[in-house]
T-cell receptor
């Protein structure tokens, strides 16, 4: 079990730039989730994939955000025209499905200058 | 809808003494309940989960939690704290067959030598 892997661990960018994060789930897991965690808060659900299908998006996911999981394996989360409020830790998790628990990666910390 | 309230934002204990982290939940359906731990700049690690089996749940690293439906509580305990237990702890709820996790605001645990 190699665990959930996220890349990069830390991204610093200027306001207005586009950024893309990658998540590699545990290999046999068909479900993949993205969460956002701001300082001092618990993670908040952003979106969810079952295999390659994106089944739900939170209201937190504005039009500037897009997520893909093209072959049902790794996933990418892109933020266009970044804003100060996008600064957060972006966490990816995967699971085999209910009632199996979600396993989290170490996250990508985004800092907007 | 599901939600959790962690009653203490910060708990400080001496090494070797018991730890109690309090959590109340609200759920429209039979809930699944979890405790996750997060060390600085790391992802979340599952400590234990409750999914309608035994009400006393044993987890990793000596932690356990008791589900009390009448009190809508799911408190986390450990009989003897270790320095390595210093971290952020999250109580988490999801409805049965719902993939979305709802996190509490977290409890920061510090352990004094």
């Amino acid at each position: 079990d190699t665990g959930v892997s996220q890349d990069p661990r830390h991204k610093i960018t200027k306001r207005g730039q586009n950024v893309t994060f990658r998540c590699d789930p545990i290999s046999e897991h068909n479900r993949l989730y993205w969460y956002r965690q701001t300082l001092g808060q618990g993670p908040e659900f952003l979106t969810y994939f079952q295999n390659e299908a994106q089944l739900e998006k939170s209201r937190l996911l504005s039009d500037r955000f897009s997520a893909e999981r093209p072959k049902g394996s790794f996933s990418t989360l892109e933020i266009q025209r970044t804003e100060q409020g996008d600064s957060a830790m972006y966490l990816c998790a995967s699971s085999l499905g209910d009632p199996q628990p979600q396993h989290f990666g170490d996250g990508t910390r985004l800092s907007i200058l | 809808a599901q939600s959790v309230t962690q009653l203490d934002s910060h708990v400080s204990v001496s090494e070797g003494t018991p730890v109690l982290l309090r959590c109340n939940y609200s759920s429209s359906y039979s809930p699944s309940l979890f405790w996750y731990v997060q060390h600085p700049n790391k992802g979340l690690q599952l400590l234990l989960k409750y999914t309608s089996a035994a009400t006393l749940v044993k987890g990793i690293n000596g932690f356990e939690a008791e589900f009390k439906k009448s009190e809508t509580s799911f408190h986390l305990t450990k009989p003897s704290a270790h320095m390595s237990d210093a971290a952020e702890y999250f109580c988490v709820v999801s409805a049965t067959n719902d993939y979305k996790l709802s996190f509490g605001a977290g409890t920061t645990v510090t352990v004094r030598a």
